[in-house]
């Protein structure tokens, strides 16, 4: 009787094992087959399409958010600080009487950063025209930043090539070259020739402010990628909403 039970018992068990396994293939197809339909339904042209809309509001909405007055300085996340060998000495540098030098070279690096936001739009845009199909299709299907992620990987160099300029002017206009040079130039003690990281000339501030404006913009650009893809709300297109309404 009790070989009977223990037989009966393993057929119940083998053939609930077997009604999961199956029916978790069917679910599995079932959403394989309305992923692919949904897929399917858009149109190549559509899909694209959508995805360099996604990026023309994001772009447009990044330079607004950072091209204007304290859109770099009082936003926590892209901050321009000071450089990492600089801010090592920063209380040294307050202690001898420097603060406000530090705080005027710091508030500089970010005023050339939002001058300079306003004109990346036009090259942003220029690379938007070039993306394929196949990136688009990898992209709508990719993280919350996917196209952030492509379009730095595709541009980040020639943004840095065509970005310097018009850093290099906004520094000029704020002063940014002069006030680093007066910060380190009052250091005690003979300035920079006794600092630990050498010589004056093996810091380029420009290439600083250009990589740090260019992480400012990427990340802002990401941030409104992520929702328009999370948030109905920030889809202000109907093809927005059609692509990312999934």
Do not use: H
Request: proline residues 2%; charged residues 25%.
């Amino acid at each position: 009787m009790k070989i009977r039970n223990l037989v009966i018992s393993g057929i119940v068990v083998c053939a609930m094992l077997l009604m999961s396994t199956v029916v978790s293939a069917q679910v599995g197809n079932i959403l394989d087959r309305l992923g692919k339909g949904k897929q399917d339904s858009l149109g190549n042209d559509k899909i694209v399409s959508g995805l360099k809309e996604a990026l023309q509001v994001g772009a447009g909405n990044a330079v607004s958010l950072t091209g204007k007055t304290d859109g770099y300085f009082r936003n926590e996340a892209i901050k321009i600080l000071l450089p990492e060998k600089v801010r090592s000495l920063e209380k040294g540098l307050r202690a001898a009487g420097l603060g406000k030098n530090i705080d005027d070279f710091e508030l500089s690096m970010n005023r050339a950063a939002e001058k300079a936001a306003p004109e990346a739009k036009g090259i942003f845009l220029d690379a938007i025209r070039g993306m394929t199909l196949d990136d688009g299709r990898k992209i709508l299907t990719g993280g919350n930043t996917a196209a952030t992620d492509y379009f730095k990987g595709k541009t980040s160099a020639s943004l840095t090539t065509a970005f310097r300029p018009i850093v290099e002017k906004a520094m000029e206009d704020t002063e940014v070259t002069r006030r680093y040079n007066q910060l380190m130039g009052g250091l005690p003690m003979g300035g920079l020739a006794n600092l630990p990281f050498g010589a004056k000339d093996s810091f380029d501030i420009t290439d600083y402010v250009v990589s740090k404006s260019l992480d400012g913009l990427f990340y802002v650009l990401g941030e409104e990628e992520r929702k328009i893809r999370t948030d109905p709300a920030a889809r202000v297109t109907g093809l927005l909403k059609e692509v990312f309404g999934r």
